[in-house]
């Protein structure tokens, strides 16, 4: 009798566990997904309705397992839709800060709602509508707290900060990027600087703050951005 109630009792759990593993299943599947994207910006008090383009940038997690995703978002006759698969994507190393607590040198990438702003890379053109500006040897990014110059693009020769980041690297980061404008209108001093789309170091790699994805995807947001669609980057959207 006893190895009956046992032989019950299991069965019980292990059904009990099959339903909560499809119903964790269920709220993942592509559908609803796309449907909660939607319902993220649509809900969005920042989200204007000039603007209709959006790239998302949240955490996909499932069970232990968990990556970061972008996802490019159009919006026509007033329904954001998804317009291309989710990417997989790289972030700070000390993963997202909450809105309004980024600082300098946190490894974190800040959380919010941001314009998107110039194209960047080391060819002297790149396929995009956007406006696109050529990194050359003397370009830096100011990110010194204290220079005047602080969170701005400049020539090498017209600053005098004491920190600041080379935008033609030696390796392929800066490639392809796109100016998130994050700490910007006014800046504020020591919240942060450099924030940017740009190719990752490869899939397990982090970032000192920005997004990171792949050089074929990067090309693929480029190319579909458009300036006249006032696009904007939603990074760690507070959960429905």
């Given at each position: 009798m006893?190895?009956?109630?046992?032989?019950?009792?299991?069965?019980?759990?292990?059904?009990?566990?099959?339903?909560?593993?499809?119903?964790?299943?269920?709220a993942?599947?592509?559908?609803?997904?796309k449907?909660?994207?939607?319902?993220?910006?649509?809900?969005?008090?920042?989200?204007?309705?000039?603007?209709?383009?959006?790239?998302?940038?949240?955490?996909?997690?499932?069970?232990?397992?968990?990556?970061?995703?972008?996802?490019?978002?159009e919006?026509?006759?007033?329904?954001?839709?998804?317009?291309?698969?989710?990417m997989?994507?790289?972030?700070?190393?000390?993963g997202?800060?909450?809105?309004?607590e980024?600082r300098?040198?946190?490894?974190r990438?800040?959380s919010?709602?941001?314009?998107?702003?110039?194209?960047?890379?080391?060819a002297?053109?790149?396929?995009?509508?956007?406006?696109?500006?050529?990194?050359?040897?003397?370009?830096?990014?100011?990110?010194d707290?204290?220079?005047?110059?602080?969170?701005?693009?400049?020539?090498?020769?017209?600053?005098?900060?004491?920190?600041?980041?080379?935008?033609?690297?030696?390796?392929n980061?800066?490639?392809?990027?796109?100016?998130?404008?994050?700490?910007s209108?006014?800046?504020?001093?020591?919240?942060?600087?450099?924030i940017?789309?740009?190719?990752w170091?490869g899939a397990?790699?982090?970032?000192?703050?920005?997004?990171?994805?792949s050089?074929?995807?990067?090309l693929?947001?480029?190319?579909?951005?458009?300036?006249?669609?006032?696009p904007?980057?939603?990074?760690?959207p507070?959960?429905?």
């Amino acid at each position: 009798m006893k190895k009956q109630n046992l032989f019950w009792m299991m069965f019980r759990f292990v059904v009990m566990m099959v339903a909560v593993l499809s119903l964790m299943a269920c709220a993942h599947h592509p559908s609803i997904f796309k449907m909660k994207t939607a319902v993220l910006l649509s809900t969005h008090k920042n989200v204007t309705p000039e603007i209709s383009q959006a790239i998302l940038v949240m955490e996909d997690r499932f069970l232990f397992m968990h990556s970061t995703k972008v996802y490019a978002m159009e919006k026509s006759d007033l329904t954001w839709r998804q317009v291309m698969a989710p990417m997989n994507a790289v972030v700070g190393r000390n993963g997202f800060a909450p809105v309004g607590e980024k600082r300098e040198g946190d490894g974190r990438t800040p959380s919010g709602l941001y314009r998107l702003g110039t194209a960047f890379g080391y060819a002297e053109s790149a396929v995009t509508k956007m406006p696109y500006r050529q990194a050359l040897a003397d370009d830096l990014w100011i990110d010194d707290p204290n220079a005047p110059d602080y969170n701005i693009w400049v020539k090498q020769g017209q600053t005098q900060a004491n920190s600041y980041e080379k935008m033609r690297r030696d390796d392929n980061l800066y490639q392809y990027g796109i100016v998130i404008a994050y700490n910007s209108h006014p800046v504020i001093k020591n919240h942060g600087s450099a924030i940017f789309i740009h190719v990752w170091a490869g899939a397990e790699s982090t970032t000192a703050g920005c997004v990171a994805v792949s050089e074929e995807d990067i090309l693929k947001i480029l190319a579909w951005l458009n300036p006249e669609t006032n696009p904007v980057i939603l990074i760690n959207p507070e959960p429905l």
